[in-house]
DNA sequence: TCCCGTTTTTGATCTTGATCAAAGCACTCG
DNA sequence: CGAGTGCTTTGATCAAGATCAAAAACGGGA
């Protein structure tokens, strides 16, 4: 958590929300020509499936507007969200056939799309373009992993309170705004959502949300309004470590 | 799990357990040479920490013999493995300055390393070990998500199955025998490193190996040497789909 | 405005796995 | 051979979170 994921806001791309133009921020103007012409728009209905876990795969893209999620079920039904993916995050798998996971349109979606033998091939004739995703990639296996400490590890208070510190973070990094004191945002899962993506219940999520309402630690306007007094007080009770990253 | 890893036995790289051999079979011998003269040896004893998260990183390299293990620690103690490293297995991150989590020897272990900053410049220079790299890696991120999968929702008797099941399938896969029937293998981790990496406590652990012992789903000759009678038995109890994996 | 369906909150109880505690085993070393 | 040490197993109890069950709050039409 203490490395900020390479998204838009911390890459010279511009204003251009979609995630290849981060991409695209080493190319030569060639490179860019040839993306440009390649992209088409696609949009996704809050609670609708974008596509199938082993659906064959016809296109990359990435998210520009909405939140989607990454997601698993098991047979008899029990369910965990594997990934979130926020604006600029980029969505599929150059080399591979189908998709491993399911992906859901958490709220409405918009993503932006290339066909995928395409944007192989430039994979493969692209050095920059291939370290690039490398990076991207590198980064979200790390995030997963962090992840895997909260599910393994952290109490339903602690899950609770990280996820409202990591959506708050980077709520304030596409906001240009620092991620202390007080901050306000949109909640862009439902609590049933929150429980499928922090290992828990509805029930126990619902709970601890209101158990760090009544303690001052966050305010709750409706259900997904939510503003955090003291962003430092959330910290505490995440239980990742609040120094800034050790030694270096 | 329906997808193997791309690891040496399913990728044309003759006999060398080196990762990076996966990564050349797709190489000029230009590049092979090149590789070739960089590499160095390094063993570590088992339990011995190879490199802690925040280090800087001077190498890359990957697991020739032995198992080692990713992973991470609050303030607390609490600590989660985030990832298992088996021979022919990726180490380090290229592009990135410090190691993300600490990396530990589960038993001794021989790396095959190479100089990071040389390394970073061939992948630079040669998209087919850049594209290369990205499969390896994405093929990283979906184990890392199945995971998750395990650490949200399965229970202990799953968890321990699944494990099972993984190290079994694995270690067939390396003797190039079928992942069926009767299956041998000695365990790499100590009850403690399981729970470490399960997200149980090592007495959890202890009970559900015992149980499934006494069902008769597994043999225990001593506390390491583990027998399968019959790995559908034990397939059947992790809770994974087990037809083979949908359509296609 | 009032209804109706959905989402969320809250309550009561139960279960799984954690915790605390004590043996049991296998190995090494003196 | 026997004590010591580091795993591992087993037992007893506890507690966090799941489950079952209602009630409350919200939201969006008609």
């Known amino acids: 958590m203490n490395t900020a994921p ?23 103007p060639d490179e860019l020509d040839i993306l440009d012409s390649m992209k088409s728009y696609k949009t996704y209905e809050a609670g609708q499936t974008i596509c199938w876990a082993g659906d064959h795969l ?21 369910r965990q969200m594997v990934g979130l993916l926020l604006p600029s995050d980029f969505v599929g798998r150059p080399g591979r056939e189908t998709a491993p996971f399911d992906v859901i349109a ?14 192989e091939e430039l994979i493969n004739s692209t050095p920059t373009i291939a370290s690039r995703l490398l990076e991207m990639t590198l980064d ?27 959506i708050a973070r980077r709520n304030a990094v596409l906001q240009r ?3 202390a004191g007080r901050m306000e945002f949109i909640l862009p899962l439902s609590r049933d959502a929150m429980a499928d993506y922090l290992g828990l219940t509805l029930e126990t999520v619902s709970r601890q949300m ?3 309402k009544r303690e001052g630690l966050i305010e709750l306007h409706g259900k997904r309004q939510i503003t955090i007094p003291d962003f430092a007080m959330l910290m505490n009770e995440t239980g990742d470590d609040t120094d800034g990253g ?3």
């Open 6 to 28: 390479r998204t838009l806001a911390n890459t010279d791309c511009g204003d251009c929300p979609i995630r290849y133009r981060a991409v695209c921020s080493r190319c030569e």
């Open 58 to 78: 016809q296109y990359v893209g990435s998210v520009v507007e909405g939140v989607a999620a990454l997601s698993q079920t098991m047979e008899d039904g029990r």
């Open 106 to 119: 958490a709220t409405d979606v918009t993503l932006c799309l290339f066909h995928k033998t395409p944007f």
């Open 140 to 166: 979200e296996l790390d995030a997963a992993r962090e992840w895997m400490l909260l599910l393994g590890r952290k109490t339903a208070r602690e899950k609770i309170a990280s996820f409202l510190a990591i």
């Open 177 to 179: 705004k620092p991620a």
């Open 210 to 212: 209101s158990a760090l």
């Open 246 to 248: 050790m030694l270096s």
